[in-house]
């Protein structure tokens, strides 16, 4: 299949300038232009996946014709059904052993495997890890996206304008997975070599006393992470013991509550943007200077649907949201369930952006706090214990709850009881890499547990009162 057509190259300057130059001409469209601009690339995305896509030419077979269909007859997919045929997802022929390879290997992040495309996988908070892949085409527009609605820079520029501002970009993330931030930033930083002291990517599974010093050798003007990350980040500032001077912090991949947003903005002196990105889609919205999160709805479709799976009205927050990728072709995703609860608000924005609204419901898992040999409590963030847990205990279905200061009960799914052992044993290792005190794991006997209030279903879990003081 892929000979027959011509496929994006995966860095190319004058692919680049397109989708940069249809960014920019996009984002003061009318909500009207912007949606004919969506629905003609919907129709060709549908002709494609049909023709091309086995995934849709099955799911799809017997419907009218795509000129026919509207969004809300088709059928949606989940990532467990992308998942459980991964090639049949796909528009051109991969080996699945090639994949596996190139995604065993972490000297591999950020570049093109089979010298075509992006991989990105995400972490299995929904019980499946995926992967999923981009071809050049979308690229270009997700690092549009970014630079022109996100960063707001008033140029046509090429990726490479993050770092010709003089700022120096840190991310904090688990490295060494393909995760998409991660991959992007080492993307970045092979495609412009002598320009690539500028953006760094720093290990999340390290002891924060490093991570801080590494920081404060780095001095970042840019920081992005996850908002637990930056809620330890700014208590070490406030110590005195973390000395950035940051123009903006970027957090992502989880919720920020308010308070912990003003907390944070407030210890670094900062403003604190929370873009909203998946590895489905990497820039699905954007804050914009009064607060409200756009979403690109010239290249991506969101629709909150209910437990039903009828749309919601505005304002209603959705049960889960259905995302239809118009960017990639290498991969289709259409009305694919994206797990988050949003709601699409009603009303014009006063930036006068005519792009949708939307406030995002993420996930909220707790920092955990354990007694420290010396007496003082050492934090663990939840991204580190989770990846720890995928990573090197290969276990997805999976609950760590912290029951005191020095305890920690461990909750595995039927399928993941197997590993029970291999799962204790990598995260007394991950424990031990720690300045900790003893502590004393045990292996529950039920299932992880829905929080009662919320009916979430959180992965690392602070229970009331066992934290260290
Ligand atoms: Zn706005």
Redesign the pocket.
């Known amino acids: 299949m892929a000979t027959t057509r011509r496929v994006p190259p995966y860095f190319d300057a004058a692919q680049s300038a397109r989708a940069a130059a249809d960014v920019w001409s996009g984002t003061w469209l009318s909500a009207e232009a912007i949606a004919e601009r969506a629905r003609l690339r919907l129709l060709s995305l549908l002709r494609f996946a049909r023709a091309q896509v086995p995934l849709y030419r099955d799911l799809y077979r017997g419907l009218p014709p795509s000129s026919a269909l509207s969004l809300a007859e088709l059928p949606a997919v989940s990532k467990s059904v992308l998942m459980a045929d991964l090639p049949a997802s796909l528009a051109v022929e991969v080996a699945p052993a090639a994949l596996e390879a190139f995604i065993a290997d972490p000297s591999l992040v950020g570049t093109p495997f089979a010298g075509r495309y992006a991989v990105w996988t995400s972490s299995g908070s929904t019980g499946v890890p995926g992967i999923f892949l981009h071809d050049g085409a979308a690229l270009a527009v997700y690092d549009a996206l970014e630079l022109l609605r996100f960063r707001g820079l008033s140029v046509a520029p090429l990726p490479a304008a993050p770092f010709l501002a003089q700022e120096r970009y840190a991310m904090v993330a688990a490295i060494g997975g393909h995760f998409a931030g991660i991959a992007c930033v080492e993307r970045l930083r092979r495609a412009h070599p002598l320009l690539s002291p500028f953006a760094r990517a720093f290990s999340v599974l390290q002891p924060l006393p490093d991570l801080v010093a590494q920081l404060n050798r780095y001095r970042p003007t840019l920081l992005a992470t996850y908002p637990t990350v930056a809620e330890m980040l700014a208590c070490e500032q406030r110590a005195g013991r973390l000395k950035l001077s940051l123009e903006e912090l970027w957090p992502g991949g989880e919720s920020l509550g308010p308070a912990a947003r003003a907390a944070v903005a407030q210890a670094f002196g900062c403003r604190v943007r929370e873009a909203y990105g998946a590895s489905e889609f990497l820039s699905i919205a954007w804050p914009?200077?009064?607060g409200?999160l756009?979403f690109n709805a010239d290249w991506v479709l969101l629709e909150g649907i209910d437990s039903q799976g009828l749309q919601v009205p505005p304002g209603v927050p959705s049960q889960t949201t259905l995302l239809t990728n118009l960017a990639n072709r290498v991969q289709p995703l259409i009305r694919y369930d994206i797990g988050d609860s949003t709601t699409l608000l009603p009303g014009r924005?006063?930036?006068?952006?005519s792009l949708p609204?939307i406030a995002v419901q993420g996930r909220c898992d707790d920092v955990l706090s354990l007694a420290g040999r010396d007496g003082v409590p050492v934090k663990l963030m939840p991204l580190a214990v989770a990846t720890v847990l995928e990573d090197d205990a290969l276990v997805h279905d999976f609950q760590v709850v912290q029951t005191g200061p020095r305890r920690l009960l461990l909750r595995l799914g039927p399928a993941e009881r197997p590993r029970a052992q291999a799962t204790a044993a990598a995260l007394r290792g991950y424990l031990r890499t720690l300045d900790l005190g003893a502590v004393r794991l045990e292996l529950g006997a039920e299932p992880p547990c829905r929080d009662p209030v919320s009916g979430k279903l959180r992965r690392v879990v602070c229970t009331a009162g066992a934290r260290a003081a």
């Open positions: 914009c200077r009064h409200s756009h924005c006063p930036c006068g952006s609204a």
